[in-house]
């Protein structure tokens, strides 16, 4: 399997893509003064979220983690690449509105992380620019 590159950052690729399936079909309905229905669909091109988690006995480093929240923090970046294991490409930036655009957890040890810790998990929050 290959791996999910977020940007330059190398992630496994057997995160789970947890909205890959979200309906991107909208629809809305209301009635007219004459009392006729009006209903209103739209297909959502941009915005689409990309909620990646690692699913049980996956994990990411330490470091990996460190160079998703300097992308994160980068100013200079706002949109970058997601490619997934199967070669697909989104152009994409991160989604704050959902929560922290990163959230990990070391899930084992609770010493002080070191740089080469490999037990965190993650979410991963972005959406289609």
Same mark, same amino acid.
């Given at each position: 399997?290959?791996?999910?590159?977020? %940007?330059?950052?190398?992630?496994?690729?057997?995160?789970?893509?947890?909205?890959?399936f979200r309906p991107l079909?909208r629809q809305?309905?209301s009635l007219?003064?004459a009392? %006729?229905s009006?209903v209103?669909?739209?297909?959502?091109?941009?915005?689409?979220?990309?909620?990646l988690? #690692?699913?049980p006995?996956?994990f990411? #480093?330490?470091?990996?983690i460190?160079?998703?929240?300097?992308?994160?923090?980068?100013?200079?970046?706002?949109?970058?690449?997601a490619?997934h294991?199967? %070669?697909?490409?989104?152009?994409?930036?991160?989604?704050?509105r959902? %929560?922290?655009?990163v959230?990990?957890?070391?899930?084992?040890?609770?010493s002080?992380?070191?740089?080469t810790d490999g037990w965190? #998990?993650?979410?991963?929050?972005?959406m289609?620019?």
């Open positions: 399997m290959s791996n999910w590159q977020i %940007g330059p950052v190398i992630l496994p690729g057997d995160l789970e893509w947890i909205d890959e079909r809305s309905e007219s003064l009392g %006729g009006i209103q669909r739209s297909t959502q091109l941009t915005g689409i979220p990309i909620t988690q #690692t699913p006995r996956v990411v #480093t330490r470091q990996q460190t160079d998703l929240l300097a992308l994160v923090d980068d100013a200079q970046v706002d949109t970058f690449l490619r294991p199967d %070669g697909r490409d989104f152009i994409c930036r991160f989604r704050h959902d %929560g922290q655009p959230d990990w957890a070391n899930t084992f040890f609770r002080p992380p070191q740089a965190h #998990t993650l979410t991963l929050r972005l289609t620019a």
